[in-house]
């Protein structure tokens, strides 16, 4: 009996919170680990249906960063990065497109489909979603240590995003999947990381949330302890002093720009624990970082 009522008791725990975020869009960056193990595939599936049926809207961002690497190593294709970034010349931008755009995208609609959800898959393309311009990149030049801009193909930054598509398909009960490539006004392709299109999209929803999900526990510091709330404003800092470095500068950044742009909060969670989305949306205590403009 007491197990009962403690099952009761977990279901009421969420209720403040279905309450509060019913109707409002959830935006989920799902990459690395979460996507990779079958188990917690499937588990990540189930989450975001169960949101759905109790009236949140989860949008998923989908990366595959790694899924690319492969095709291109089978293909001889050598993967170079510039800060995060994938040099995408037009062959490696097939690749790309068809990665992400097809079997990546299409194994996540897939498995929500499976477990009883409505996913559409789409990518930036789709509806006029993402329009995209060619990311300028500048580095130090080694020899004469001074900034230079350098070409890294066809990576590009979201110029606007136009949501009409992703509020159709919400306003029918459907669950969009999306895959991080955008339309450049000549009818260019663009290869954008998956963050930076979850950050813009999130924004251009005015999200309710946006969880970024990764392979570690969230944001730590520089003794390695997890800090469970950071101010917009102290970003700054943690990134001069060394705190935060890597790829997790890219991922702070893109949260401090969607709370700027009018979201309600941003999460950086665990995506190699079971549950990681929910876990986050309907305990008091939640799990990860957040990052938020607090008072
Ligand atoms: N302060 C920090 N806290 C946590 N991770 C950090 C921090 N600074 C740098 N990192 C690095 O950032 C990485 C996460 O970024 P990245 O590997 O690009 O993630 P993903 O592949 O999920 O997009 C971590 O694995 C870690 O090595
Ligand atoms: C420009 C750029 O680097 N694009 C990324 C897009 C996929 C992505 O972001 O995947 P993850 O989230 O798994 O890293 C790439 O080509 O790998």
Redesign the pocket.
């Known amino acids: 009996m007491q197990e009962l009522i403690a099952k009761a008791n977990v279901l009421m725990e969420a209720l403040p919170w279905i309450r509060r975020f019913y109707g409002t869009s959830i935006v989920i960056k799902y990459?690395?680990h979460a996507m990779v193990d079958e188990r917690l595939r499937e588990e990540f599936a189930r989450d975001i249906i169960l949101m759905k049926y109790i009236g949140l809207n989860p949008v998923v961002i989908h990366?595959g960063?790694p899924q690319i690497g492969k095709v291109l190593e089978a293909m001889n294709i050598q993967s170079h990065f510039v800060q995060?970034m994938r040099v995408t010349d037009s062959a490696t931008m097939d690749v790309v497109e068809m990665v992400l755009g097809g079997k990546v995208n299409k194994e996540i609609v897939t498995n929500i489909n499976r477990h009883g959800g409505k996913a559409v898959g789409i990518t930036g393309k789709d509806g006029g979603l993402i329009r995209a311009r060619k990311m300028e990149m500048t580095a130090v030049n080694p020899d004469s240590l001074t900034p230079e801009i350098i070409d890294i193909g066809m990576v590009g930054e979201v110029e606007e995003v136009n949501p009409a598509i992703i509020e159709a398909l919400e306003k029918n009960n459907f669950i969009p999947v999306i895959a991080p490539i955008g339309g450049g006004l000549e009818g260019e392709t663009y290869n954008i990381n998956?963050?930076l299109v979850a950050g813009k999209i999130a924004g251009a929803l005015k999200a309710e949330k946006l969880i970024?999900?990764?392979?570690?526990?969230?944001?730590?510091?520089k003794d390695g302890r997890l800090i469970s709330t950071i101010d917009i404003r102290r970003v700054p800092d943690?990134i001069n002093n060394g705190?935060?470095?890597?790829?997790?500068?890219?991922?702070v950044n893109c949260c401090v720009e969607a709370i700027e742009a009018g979201v309600g909060k941003t999460h950086i969670v665990d995506?190699r624990m079971e549950h990681a989305c929910l876990l986050e949306i309907f305990t008091d205590k939640g799990i990860g970082t957040a990052v938020a403009r607090y008072k």
């Open positions: 990459g690395g990366g960063g995060g998956a963050d970024l999900l990764t392979d570690v526990e969230g944001v730590k510091d943690l705190t935060i470095s890597g790829g997790m500068i890219p991922k995506g």
